[in-house]
């Protein structure tokens, strides 16, 4: 199959969050098919900045050599967390 290069979003509407966070854990399954299929939320640009500003000290910390730093949403707000071996 010859999927087009151009970035063109598709809206989907589930029936309930709880489908939509399924689809989200395994959004990686839809990367082993195509590695050009890209999942997200929309989000509102307080969220967006909000991710920002988590990302700048998420980066910050990894350049201190803390290299094992992950983002991950807690009641839909972006935290650092810290990877446990």
């Given amino acids: 199959m010859k999927i ?20 989200m854990r395994n959004k990686r399954k839809l990367r082993e098919y195509d590695n050009n299929i ?6 509102t640009p307080m969220q967006k900045n909000l991710y920002k500003k988590i990302k700048v000290d998420l980066d910050k910390g990894q350049s201190d050599g803390e290299m094992n730093l992950y983002i991950r949403y807690v ?9 446990k071996n």
């Fill in 4 to 23: 087009n290069s151009s970035k063109i979003p598709l809206k989907v509407i589930l029936e309930s969050r709880e489908q939509a966070l399924n689809m």
């Fill in 38 to 43: 890209r999942v997200g939320f929309d989000e």
């Fill in 75 to 83: 009641n839909s707000v972006p935290k650092i967390f810290v990877q």
